[in-house]
Structures are given as structure tokens and as C-alpha cells.
């Protein structure tokens, strides 16, 4: 990711297109001319679909934090603390998410309509979007109060997605209690016969495995989340198996 300084940002932004791309734009501030249009055509999809969950990412982040209205001084530190522990960015890396928060905190561009271009870019990669709407909810969540306004934006963003909808009453179940509970981590029922709890968890490693992610482009600085996750799903079946077997 160490073209978020240069002119080849700028280029990306500028062959992304829409507010992720303007807001690439913007905070890089490279000037693109009409040679260098052209060239941005090399770009691939997966570098563009890179550049656009970061941006995507840092965005509604700060749409996320000034959704009642005033981003305060404990939300610009939670961000912080949440970019220097989760993401462990070198300072320029780190620079350009602060960027990108303070320049999507103050813009007229709405959370929906950057959530919804990225949705196009990724439509794709659902398994990406499930990741990036984790990392929302794990930030939303890291004071372990959830404001009605994220609230909110939280719940639409499934259907924004086009990814399962009850994602949201899981995932805040899951942040909001004992998310060691085996159960909750698979999102499966203790009642359920355990053939089909194999199945669920057997279509959930799939979707998650490191190298499914790497081949859909997801964001090397994001796979520890999903490496994370996949760790997670077979841990959690091990010990549901465990019982079962006993």
C-alpha cells in the first residue's frame, strides 16, 4: 500500500470514479492530467478494489462517529487507538487513514453512498464486505456502547451489501456478550443437530479461508482480520465437536 503518497493514489482514485475515488483525490491531491488518465487504465481490478475498501473503510468510519451529529474527542481517539492497534500502519499508512477520516468527517458525501459504491466494486467479493462490515461494528463497538445513530446505519448496511441481513442482530449479540461462546461465533443454536452446524461451519471456512480472500483481493493489511476470523470458525467447531463426541 505504499502508493497512498504518490501520484499512483491519485491515479486510482482517479480510475475508481464516484465520491471513493474523488475522496482518494482529494486527500492525496495529486493533480491528474489528460496523459495521465489514460494511464490509468492499467490499473487492475484488485488494485482498485484495494484502494477503495481502505478509503471506503476510513469513511464510514467518520460517518459512523459524526452520526449523531459531532465527532468528539473520545470517537477521533477511539479511531486512532483503533488504526494503531488493529492495523498497526507505519506512519505514512497511518497518516492516510487519518486523512481520510478527517476529510470524509466534513464532506457532503453520505455514509450510503459510500457504502454503495464500494457494494458495486466488491459485488463480487461478498465475503470482503463481510469482513469491512465486521471492522465497522468491531470500531462502533470498542467502547461497548452502541449510539442509536450508528445504530442505525449499522442495520441498513446488510441491505446495502446485499449480504445477510440478519448480520447485524448477530454480530452486536456477538460484540455485546460472551463472544467465546462457540454458538454465537458459527451463529448456530446449541438445539440445532449437529450434522447441520458441520455444514454451516464448513461453508463458513470456506468463505473465510486466508486464501480465498488473497485470490479476491482483499487488502494484505486486512487478512489478519480474516486469518483472525477463520481461526475463530475452527475453533469454535472444534470445541462444539468436542461435546458432540463426548
Not at 127 to 143: G, P, R, S
Not at 144 to 167: M, N, Q, V, W, Y
Not at 172 to 187: A, C, E, I, M, R
Amino acid at each position: 500500500m505504499s502508493f497512498w503518497n504518490s501520484t499512483i493514489g491519485g491515479l486510482i482514485g482517479f480510475s475508481l470514479g464516484g465520491p471513493i475515488g474523488g475522496l482518494i483525490g482529494a486527500v492525496i491531491g495529486s493533480k491528474v492530467g489528460s496523459k495521465d488518465r489514460s494511464n490509468a487504465k492499467r490499473f487492475t481490478s484488485n488494485q482498485q478494489q484495494q484502494a477503495a475498501f481502505f478509503a471506503a473503510l476510513f469513511a464510514c468510519l467518520a460517518k459512523l462517529a459524526k452520526a449523531d451529529g459531532v465527532v468528539s474527542k473520545e470517537e477521533v481517539e477511539k479511531v486512532d487507538n483503533f488504526i494503531k492497534e488493529r492495523f498497526k500502519f507505519p506512519s505514512e499508512q497511518r497518516l492516510f487513514a487519518i486523512k481520510v477520516f478527517n476529510q470524509a468527517k466534513d464532506d457532503n458525501v453520505s455514509y450510503e453512498e459510500y457504502a454503495s459504491q464500494l457494494a458495486g466494486l466488491l459485488a463480487g467479493n461478498k465475503n470482503a464486505l463481510v469482513v469491512f462490515y465486521e471492522l465497522l461494528f468491531e470500531l462502533a463497538m470498542a467502547d461497548e456502547i452502541l449510539d442509536p445513530a450508528e445504530e442505525a446505519l449499522l442495520r441498513k448496511t446488510p441491505g446495502i451489501f446485499g449480504i445477510d441481513l440478519s448480520l447485524f442482530d448477530k454480530l452486536k449479540d456477538q460484540f455485546s456478550s460472551d463472544s467465546s461462546d462457540p454458538y454465537k461465533v458459527l451463529g448456530v443454536t446449541s438445539n440445532m443437530p449437529f450434522d447441520d452446524i458441520k455444514k454451516i461451519y464448513q461453508k463458513k471456512r470456506r468463505e473465510f479461508h486466508p486464501d480465498t480472500l488473497i485470490s479476491k483481493g482483499l487488502p494484505d493489511e486486512l487478512l489478519d482480520k480474516a486469518k483472525e476470523k477463520f481461526i475463530e470458525i475452527q475453533q469454535a467447531f472444534e470445541v462444539i465437536e468436542k461435546k458432540n463426541s463426548n
